[in-house]
């Protein structure tokens, strides 16, 4: 800037970037743990790592986007001060990680595993604007104050076309903002416990929650978006959940998978009876499961047991 007062002409094109059972109780029980959501995905290690994890991946790809957008505008507009491109995109890019927190509390509130819903969708709808107003008016004004300090002059954009031009590209950002919390989020997700560290199993069965002792556990059985638990007992509790992930925590305690929707705790086997064409039935007391031949480490297993 060499200390003189410089007219900045800048436009927004010069910035590159159900069961009926669950009934009332259930609804209920959804909003207020959303409510009272602390920032954790069920099923992770906790919330404040999976989104450290990933503000700290969107800033990799938002950095790195950012300088190839400055290199970029500097190669195809020579007569501009090459530091202007990048104050222009460092503080596009500030902006956004600091409005990322919008699409998190999003995820936090509505988390995938729990299935695709209007509630869901509408949430995502409404959230992406905001979303990209906060950036938008978070880099205008980190410009104004940046630009004033260093005693140039910055003039804003038409204010709706340059929201309309902004939000085209949001709508994107966005969508990859919530890809990266996806993927921390798998990547953080709760590690089974050893059997001896942990005997309890917690089924949240809407706003109830019961803790159960992995040796009571007959079987676990998929049931659409959800999971059934069945129990020495004869209770069959519900708990919205992948059969997959109930796997990941439940093989460790010695369960087995059986069939692709059957869990089977080997421990309360009582007979074991082939059907003739390679798959057999697994009776753990009075319920019986089918062993599917297409399981064959379950079958030699099961049948040395």
């Given at each position: 800037m060499s200390g003189q007062r410089t007219k900045l002409a800048y436009s927004a094109a010069d910035a590159s970037p159900s069961k009926a059972r669950w009934g009332a109780l259930r609804l209920i029980g959804d909003v207020r743990q959303r409510l009272g959501a602390n920032g954790a995905f069920p099923g992770t290690s906790g919330g404040p790592n999976v989104f450290l994890l990933g503000i700290f991946g969107i800033a990799l790809i938002v950095g790195a986007v950012d300088i190839v957008n400055a290199i970029t505008i500097i190669h195809n507009r020579p007569q501009v001060n090459p530091l202007e491109p990048f104050i222009w995109e460092a503080t596009s890019g500030v902006a956004m990680l600091a409005a990322a927190w919008i699409p998190w509390k999003v995820l936090c509130w509505f988390p995938p595993a729990r299935g695709l819903s209007v509630a869901m969708v509408t949430a995502h709808l409404v959230a992406a604007p905001v979303f990209s107003l906060c950036h938008v008016g978070g880099f205008e004004l980190l410009r104004t104050a940046i630009l004033a300090a260093a005693g140039a002059h910055y003039t804003m954009g038409p204010p709706v076309p340059t929201f309309l031009y902004e939000f085209s590209k949001d709508i994107f950002a966005y969508a990859l903002i919530v890809s990266v919390f996806l993927v921390a989020e798998r990547l953080l997700r709760e590690r089974p416990q050893p059997a001896q560290a942990e005997t309890m199993f917690a089924i949240r069965d809407g706003a109830r929650l019961t803790r159960v002792a992995f040796e009571d556990i007959l079987a676990v059985n998929s049931a659409g978006n959800y999971v059934e638990f069945v129990l020495r007992d004869g209770r069959r509790l519900l708990m919205r959940s992948a059969l997959t992930q109930i796997e990941a925590q439940f093989t460790p305690r010695g369960f087995v998978r059986?069939?692709?929707?059957?869990?089977?705790?080997?421990?309360?086997?009582?007979?074991?009876?082939?059907?003739?064409?390679?798959?057999?039935?697994?009776?753990?007391?009075?319920?019986?499961?089918?062993?599917?031949?297409?399981?064959?480490?379950?079958?030699?297993?099961?049948?040395?047991?």
């Open positions: 059986v069939h692709r929707s059957w869990l089977v705790n080997p421990a309360r086997m009582t007979g074991l009876s082939p059907n003739g064409s390679g798959d057999y039935t697994v009776a753990l007391g009075e319920l019986a499961v089918p062993l599917s031949r297409r399981f064959p480490e379950a079958v030699a297993r099961l049948r040395a047991h």
